[in-house]
């Protein structure tokens, strides 16, 4: 009897012990991190970019490009900046540093320029004197113009060559130009820095194709980065469903709108094939929809055990997906600060290894995402 007594205390033990151990876990993931709010008041922040004296850049889809200081968001705003069609999903959006930026303080902005009816996405390069832009010049337009205000893309990245990749969307009412060679809609374009087409674009002189594709068969690019081992990933929003992670590679059709894991917002068909020869496959694709928008990869020293994660911001999900990588494919996935309960519209790792968020709506915010000590 006595044995009995001491073997169900000794089990009644173990269970508590792993059910202690059990809640710790959860306990300590939930604790990697906490958040830190750098500025508010931004009137939905689309990107930022960190200059090299510690200042950081907002761009602000309402038109504005803002400046972080020592933690506070100036009220002045940068001046000089082109006129801007803030309409819909339009507005100003990206801002990109140039590679040599500490020495010529050029940088890169994506906006939506013209009317109502005729609109498109275009970039200039400019360069930042104090709160003002200069030498302001536009080094893409794309063409054909559009007269709807949704899936312009605007992300924009640069390859270890200096040459600029910018994300084009289809315009929403335009899904078949996304195969159509000869638009640049829902397109990765390559270009150089003064806009001209580097020799090596994979369509360069030939017949009715625009030479600045890169690649096609894209419905609306949210993001794009260059991984430290030189992998080019990008990530797009699908219909109802199938919003897609991709390797890009120079040439190749990734399908839209003739394959898709998703189904239009009606319910309808778009097509009732997910793959097809000659079209490329996500690396992983989502359904329902999170909407991604924005992404970075985590290499700093802050979150050791986060190195060589993507982080995907969601704004359908309100969250932040953290995409553990193996081989290039995703073998898990983790849900982050979806208790916020916010749309996120960018993430990015700062110089100074911390992740920076930006939450999208009229009264946005910068956020940091500190290590837990």
């Known amino acids: ?28 993931q939930a604790k990697e991190y906490t958040v830190s709010t750098v500025a508010e008041g931004l009137n939905h922040p689309w990107s930022i970019a960190f200059l090299p004296n510690k200042d950081l850049l907002v761009t602000e889809r309402a038109g504005n490009l803002r400046i ?18 803030v309409r819909g999903q339009g507005g100003l959006m990206e801002v990109i540093l140039d590679p040599d930026f500490i020495n010529n303080q050029k940088l890169y902005l994506s906006y939506t320029s013209g009317t109502r009816s005729d609109n498109t996405l275009k970039v200039i390069s400019a360069k930042l004197t104090d709160l003002s832009l200069q030498q302001v010049k536009v080094i893409l337009t794309v063409s ?39 638009s640049m809609m829902g397109k990765m374009l390559r270009i150089n820095t003064d806009g001209s087409v580097p020799k090596d674009n994979p369509f360069v002189g030939q017949k009715d194709i625009h030479p600045e594709i890169y690649s ?18 990008q990530h797009e929003h699908g219909p109802k469903g199938g919003d897609e992670l991709n390797i890009i590679k120079p040439g190749l059709n990734y399908g839209w709108p003739a394959i898709t894991y998703g189904v239009d917002y009606s319910g309808a068909i778009i097509s009732p094939y997910s793959e097809a020869e000659g079209m490329e496959q996500p690396v992983t694709y989502w ?14 020293d802050k979150f050791p055990q986060w190195r060589g994660n993507l982080f995907v911001a969601a704004l359908a999900e309100r969250s932040v997906r953290r995409l553990i990588l193996k081989d290039r494919k995703v073998i898990t996935q983790k849900i982050m600060l979806d208790e916020l309960k916010q749309r996120i519209r960018d993430i990015r790792t700062g110089p100074d290894g911390y992740l920076y968020v930006l939450t999208d709506s009229d009264q946005g915010s910068v956020l940091k995402l500190l290590p837990v000590k």
């Open 1 to 28: 009897m006595k044995n009995k007594i001491q073997n169900k205390t000794m089990l009644f033990r173990s269970l508590l012990t792993g059910f202690c151990c059990l809640v710790l876990s959860v306990f300590t």
């Open 68 to 85: 972080i200081r020592n933690g506070k968001l100036l009220e002045q705003k940068i001046t000089g900046l082109p006129e801007i069609l």
């Open 144 to 182: 054909p113009s559009r007269d709807t205000a949704h899936h312009y893309g605007g992300r924009m990245a640069f390859l270890k060559d200096g040459t600029l990749l910018i994300t084009s969307g289809e315009g929403f009412n335009f899904r078949e130009q996304a195969q159509d060679l000869g």
């Open 216 to 233: 096609y068969g894209h419905r609306n690019p949210q993001a794009i980065l260059l991984s430290e081992d030189g992998i080019l990933w």
């Open 287 to 300: 359904v329902p929809s999170i909407a991604p928008s924005g992404m970075t990869e985590y290499q700093g």
